[in-house]
C-alpha cells in the first residue's frame, strides 16, 4: 500500500494533537483535502498537482496542529521569562566563579601543579553548569505551569495598583531572587551529604574525612536545614504580600539571627571543621574562627538593615 | 509595495474577529468544512482554511455549533450546524458590530467635521 501525500500531510498534523481527538481531526482534515482536491480538479488540475496545492494552502502541519490544540506551545511564558533570564544570569555569575575557585584551590592545597589547578575545574564547572541550567529551567517551567491560577502568558485580571513594587526595586524580594535562593539552597543541602561521603579533602596522614565535624549532624545540621526551609517560605510570602509587615520583619530577624548566632559561636568553638583536618582550623579562637566571626557579622547587618530600611520606607510612602 | 504589506497585515488584523461571527451565521444553514470556507471566500470573508477549520472545532467545543457525520455521500463530511446558544452569541456579536460602525463614524472627523465638535465627542458613549 502506497502512502499519499495526504497520508504523510493528516499524520504529521495529528501526531500531537491528545488520543481523544486524533481519530476525529484525522477524518476531518481528509475530508476537507479531498474537498479541496475535487473542487481543484473540476477547474482543470491533474489530480496530483490539485493534492499538491491543497496541501501547500493548508500550510505547515505543525502550525495546523497548534491551532487544534489550543493551549501553550511555550516552555516558559512572557509573564516569567525577564525573571528566569535574570534568576539564570544571578546563578551563573555566582555559583560558577565560586564552584570554580574552591575547586581550583582545593587542587593548590593539595600541591599539584599550577597548570592542574587551572584546568582540571573546568571539568567540575562545567558540570555544575549544566545541573544549574537545568535545574532552573524545571523550576521556572514548573512555576510558569502551577504557579498561578491563570495560564501561561496571560495577564493577571486581578490587578490592583498596590501590587505595584516600590520605586526602589532592589529592595523587593523577586521571583529571581526566590528561584535563586531556593537553587543555592539545595546545591546547599546536596553538597551537605555530598562532602559527608565524597570528600575532596585529606588529613595528613593520606585519609579521606569530610570538611564538617560529623558530630553536627547530631542537632545542628538539621537545625539549619530547617531554618533554610522557614527562610525560603517567608520570602515566598513576602513575594505574596509585595512588602514587609511587622511580622515578616519580625520573623525575618529571627531567622537571620538564628541562622548566624548558632553558627558564630559553633565557628568561634571551632565545633564547625573535622577536628581530624588539623589543628591549624580547629583550635579555639584560630584565624578561620575570627574570619567566619566578622563575615557572619557582617551578613546579619546587612540582612536586617535591608529588611528594616525597607519597612521605614514603606511608611514613608503609604500613609 | 511596502505600503501594501501593511494594509494587507492591518486588513487582516481586522478582519480576524468577524471570522467566528461569519461562520456562526453561515451556518445556521448546516455546512462542511470546505462548503463553509468557499461560502465564506464568495461572501468576501479572507478565512485560511488552517484557521477555519481549528476555529470551528472549538466553537463546537463552546457549544456554539453542533456537528454530525453524514455518511450518504460519496464522501463521509462533517456537517456543523449553529445551536440555538451559538445563535444568540451571534446576534449579540451583530449588534456589536453595528456598534463598531457607530463608534468610527462618531470618530470619523472628516466625514463629517460639523458633529464631531464640542462636547458630544465623549469617548465611550454608546449608542
Known amino acids: 500500500m502506497s502512502t499519499t501525500l495526504t497520508d504523510r500531510y493528516v499524520a504529521a498534523a495529528v501526531r500531537h494533537v491528545s488520543g481523544k481527538h486524533r481519530g476525529e481531526i484525522d477524518r476531518e482534515l481528509r475530508a476537507a483535502i479531498a474537498d479541496d ?13 490539485a493534492e499538491y496545492a491543497a496541501l501547500a494552502e493548508l500550510g505547515d502541519p505543525a502550525q495546523l496542529a497548534t491551532r487544534y490544540a489550543d493551549k501553550a506551545t511555550v516552555l516558559i511564558g512572557p509573564a516569567n521569562y525577564p525573571s528566569y533570564a535574570k534568576a539564570m544570569r544571578l546563578l551563573s555569575a555566582t555559583v560558577l566563579p565560586i564552584t570554580y575557585l574552591v575547586n581550583a584551590i582545593g587542587h593548590w592545597v593539595r600541591g599539584e601543579n599550577v597548570a592542574a589547578a587551572i584546568f582540571s575545574p573546568l571539568g567540575v564547572t562545567l558540570t555544575a553548569a549544566v545541573y544549574l541550567f537545568t535545574g532552573v529551567t524545571v523550576l521556572y517551567v514548573l512555576l510558569d505551569r ?10 493577571d485580571e486581578d490587578w490592583k495598583p498596590d501590587q505595584l513594587p516600590f520605586s526602589d526595586a532592589t529592595a523587593t524580594t523577586t521571583w529571581s531572587e526566590v528561584g535563586s535562593g531556593i537553587v543555592l539552597a539545595v546545591l546547599l543541602v546536596v553538597a551537605l551529604f555530598v ?33 533554610l526551609v522557614l527562610s525560603l517560605a517567608l520570602a515566598v510570602a513576602n513575594l505574596r504580600l509585595g512588602r514587609w509587615t511587622l511580622v515578616t520583619a519580625v520573623a525575618g530577624t529571627v531567622l ?16 564547625v571543621l573535622n577536628p581530624a583536618l588539623g589543628s591549624v582550623f580547629t583550635s579555639t579562637g584560630s584565624w578561620i574562627g575570627w574570619l567566619a566571626l566578622v563575615v557572619l557579622a557582617a551578613i546579619t547587618v546587612a540582612v536586617l538593615a535591608k529588611t528594616w530600611s525597607h519597612r521605614d520606607r514603606q511608611r514613608i510612602e503609604v500613609p | 509595495m511596502k505600503d501594501t504589506d501593511l494594509l494587507d497585515a492591518h486588513r487582516q488584523e481586522l478582519w480576524r474577529g468577524t471570522v467566528v461571527l461569519a461562520s456562526l451565521l453561515a451556518l445556521q444553514k448546516p455546512g462542511y468544512g470546505y462548503g463553509l470556507l468557499d461560502a465564506l471566500e464568495r461572501a468576501g470573508v479572507p478565512a485560511p482554511a488552517n484557521t477555519l477549520y481549528p476555529l470551528l472545532r472549538r466553537l463546537e467545543g463552546q457549544g456554539l455549533l453542533t456537528s454530525e457525520w453524514d455518511t450518504s455521500g460519496a464522501r463521509p463530511r462533517k456537517f456543523y450546524r449553529t445551536s440555538r446558544d451559538g445563535l444568540r452569541l451571534a446576534r449579540e456579536l451583530q449588534k456589536e458590530w453595528r456598534a463598531i460602525d457607530t463608534a468610527l463614524s462618531r470618530l470619523d472627523t472628516e466625514a463629517d467635521p460639523e458633529t464631531n465638535t464640542g462636547a458630544d465627542t465623549e469617548l465611550g458613549e454608546q449608542p
Open chain 1, 37 to 49: 482536491v475535487e473542487a481543484r480538479v473540476s477547474l482543470g488540475e491533474s489530480p496530483g498537482q
Open chain 1, 146 to 155: 502551577f504557579g498561578s491560577e491563570r495560564g501561561p502568558g496571560e495577564p
Open chain 1, 195 to 227: 562532602q559527608r561521603s565524597a570528600t575532596l579533602v585529606t588529613t595528613a596522614s593520606g585519609s579521606r574525612v569530610p570538611v564538617l565535624d560529623p558530630t553536627l549532624w547530631g542537632f545542628w545540621v538539621p537545625f539549619f536545614v530547617v531554618v
Open chain 1, 256 to 271: 537571620i539571627l538564628a541562622a548566624t548566632g548558632p553558627l558564630a559561636y559553633l565557628f568561634f568553638e571551632a565545633r
